[in-house]
């Protein structure tokens, strides 16, 4: 039986009719104003790419090189094998996934659809990735991070030995929504373990490698340089894009890999489109002029979201306790990314969400993390402050204290 205070904190809040959101991880407006300077650009008169390409026209299915020497540079990928696409990262990867189902893929026999394919994915991961492999009857096989958000490689390495498994989702930097960092050992691992299916991919997707909270960013692990010195060269598959640098949605996305990879993907693409938009690209280049440029912007991104990580953090501390210490619940401190994970105990998870729905706040379903929307445990809330202004990421986040604590009472 929940206790009066519980219940009655509850009802405080639902009197108060609030009406807040804190579900998907989008840049806030203060956030989208660092990127005027691309609204206000004039090409009028100077639309010609630093090799002399004229972007108005048609051409260049690979992207502006300049463009792809500041990714190339920030993600630790030759610019030849670096292609700069279209406006969302998303859309690349569902179409990598066309392309090997009606296609295959370099190394294997048959296209996917012909076989039985299964995705690892590690969870609680990216929703919009499972949605793509669930939409195409992609069995999905969640592998569950550890506690200290660690991937276990020796169940991976397990899984691996099955032929069916042709694939796994990878968000290696300041993962969406648990803020894993691979390590190097991880990295290397996947890249070299041996795998049944001589098609498997690690479909990389480093959305966040410059979405820093703190003044330092950390390496990116050359995972193409890596994957080629184990003998694997054409295993992974990487993704990124501006989405959360400059505008999401009105970005640029790229695509990159080995060699064999990006012809293979080239050849596919240029049934699909005679070329991206080079006139956004040309735009992104000089705007953020080189990887410092990127960096020092991404400064400047952290600057206007930290206090809001800073405030879930400190509410969530204050409200449930210290983890480990008799708190109810245990949270991420992500040191870059999007998101925090809030784990509560088995049980409260859909209840809580439900509960915070009921009075005003908008919270990500419970489960989304997870493919097909099945956490095993139903204990992980996925927090998303950027968005927000800070004294709604706060009212939110207390808001949904109070909920949590309320379907914890109820449980017990
Ligand atoms: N990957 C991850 C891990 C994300 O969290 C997001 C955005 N929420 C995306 C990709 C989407 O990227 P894009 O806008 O380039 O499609």
Redesign the pocket.
């Known amino acids: 039986m929940p206790t009066t205070s519980a219940r009655a904190a509850y009802e405080a809040l639902v009197a108060r009719g609030l009406k807040l959101d804190l579900t998907?991880?989008k840049p806030s407006p203060a956030q989208l104003e660092l990127a005027a300077p691309l609204l206000a650009m004039d090409l009028s008169h100077d639309y010609r790419a630093a090799d002399g390409t004229d972007v108005r026209n048609y051409g260049g299915d690979t992207g502006l090189p300049e463009l792809r020497a500041i990714f190339g540079d920030l993600l630790h990928i030759p610019v030849e094998q670096l292609l700069a696409l279209g406006?969302?990262?998303?859309?690349?990867?569902h179409d990598t996934i066309v392309h090997a189902l009606l296609h295959g893929v370099p190394g294997g026999n048959v296209p996917w659809r012909d076989d039985d394919v299964a995705f690892l994915c590690p969870s609680p991961g990216?929703d919009?990735?499972f949605s793509i492999t669930e939409a195409f009857g992609i069995r999905m096989i969640p592998v569950p991070f550890d506690e200290d958000g660690r991937l276990p490689l020796d169940v991976i390495a397990e899984h691996l030995k099955d032929p069916a498994v042709r694939g796994m989702w990878c968000?290696p930097m300041f993962?969406?929504p648990g803020g894993e960092v691979y390590d190097e050992e991880t990295v290397r691992a996947l890249v070299s373990l041996p795998a049944a299916a001589p098609d498997f991919r690690l479909f990389w997707?480093n959305?966040?490698s410059v979405h820093v909270l703190t003044d330092e960013f950390p390496p990116v692990i050359d995972v193409l340089g890596l994957a080629a010195d184990a003998g694997n060269p054409d295993r992974v598959f990487v993704?990124?894009?501006?989405?959360?640098i400059t505008m999401?949605?009105s970005?640029v996305?790229f695509f990159g890999s080995s060699p064999t990879n990006v012809a293979w993907y080239r050849k596919h693409a240029s049934v699909q489109t005679i070329g991206p938009d080079k006139v956004n690209q040309l735009r992104h280049a000089r705007h953020l002029q080189d990887a410092d440029g990127v960096r020092a912007l991404m400064q400047r991104h952290r600057a206007i979201i930290q206090p809001k990580f800073a405030a879930v953090e400190r509410i969530l501390q204050e409200r449930l306790g210290t983890p480990g210490s008799g708190g109810v619940a245990r949270w991420t401190t992500p040191a870059g990314?999007?998101?925090v994970a809030l784990t509560g105990p088995a049980g409260t998870a859909t209840r809580a969400v439900d509960l915070a729905r009921d009075a005003g706040i908008a919270i990500t379903p419970a489960g989304a993390a997870f493919p097909y929307g099945e956490d095993p445990d139903d204990a992980v809330i996925r927090i998303a402050p950027t968005f927000p202004a800070l004294d709604e990421v706060e009212a939110a986040v207390d808001g949904l204290c109070t909920c949590l604590l309320l379907a914890i009472e109820e449980r017990a």
Do not use: E, I, P
């Not at 406006?87 to 990867?93: I, Q, R």
């Not at 993704?239 to 959360?244: E, M, N």
């Open positions: 998907r991880g406006n969302a990262s998303l859309a690349v990867m990216y919009r990735h968000v993962a969406n997707d959305a966040y993704f990124a894009s501006t989405s959360k999401a949605g970005g996305a990314g999007y998101f």
